[in-house]
């Protein structure tokens, strides 16, 4: 009988020694995603757009575990990396989220980041919807106008001359 009080205390003892192990591990999980976050951002800033995109692939199914202005975050530089490494759907996808999450809750990006969230959205869109690309002359979004377009201007190329022959299709006259 004695072993068996013996042994129940030490089952109790041991289980109330790993509560605080348990909760740190638990703690610490949280933080985890948020150092994976920054590295990335570091990776990031350092022009390593392939270690940082390794790291976004990493922590992509637990983003829900980060704050709200992280989540935000990871959305506006998971969008630029695949922006600059050419994956434009994916970049179009997650710049448009971290513009909604921005919205929705804001301050979680700069204002250095909210321009060139809407630059590259704009371009993305762009691609996806058609449109004039900007020019260096006009703004991003043409002035609506009453006025019909006005007509184009004649060219200054001469009329062709009745001494030159024509050609039939086929290239045979």
Known sequence: M???????????ALRL??????MAAVLSGCTTYRDHLNRGQRMFDENEYERA???WRTIEGDVD???ISDQARYAYLRGMTDY???FRPDARHWLAIGKAIDMEH???LTPDWKTRTEEALDDLNREV???PAPSASTS????????PPAEPAPSAAPAPSATVPAVAPGGAN
Do not use: K
Request: charged share 10%; aromatic share 8%.
């Open 129 to 131: 919807y058609g449109g």
């Open 2 to 12: 004695r072993f068996r009080v013996h042994f129940a205390r030490g089952a109790a």
């Open 53 to 55: 995109l390794a790291i």
């Open 17 to 22: 020694a790993l509560i605080p192990v348990l």
């Open 84 to 86: 600059r490494l050419g």
């Open 65 to 67: 575990s980060l704050s």
């Open 140 to 147: 991003a979004a043409p002035a609506l106008s009453a006025e």
């Open 106 to 108: 804001p301050g979680g």
